[in-house]
């Protein structure tokens, strides 16, 4: 399974801004082409990442733990994209 470092951030950014719309914002992108990604990563994964919380959708338990992997992919991404510009 090939899993882009893009839907990752997007999981980080969902996560940290608190709501979709938020999240999309910061992404220049529209809440429903980041509500549309989140679905096609959960089919992907075979597991739900999100539950209803009054209006919102906020991490599961499974989504939580995958939230903590991808935080750690994306850093080490961006410190490699860091570490190569400066050569």
Do not use: H, P, W
Request: positive net charge; without cysteine.
């Amino acid at each position: 399974m090939n899993i882009d470092t893009g839907v990752l951030r997007s999981l980080v950014f969902i996560k940290e801004r608190g709501t979709f719309l938020s999240a999309a914002t910061e992404l220049n992108r529209t809440q429903s082409a980041l509500s549309q990604q989140m679905a096609l990563f959960e089919e992907q994964l075979g597991k739900s990442l999100f539950i209803r919380k009054g209006r919102n959708k906020v991490l599961n338990d499974e989504g939580m733990r995958i939230y903590k992997i991808a935080k750690l992919i994306i850093e080490l991404t961006d410190e490699i994209k860091t570490s190569s510009a400066e050569k």
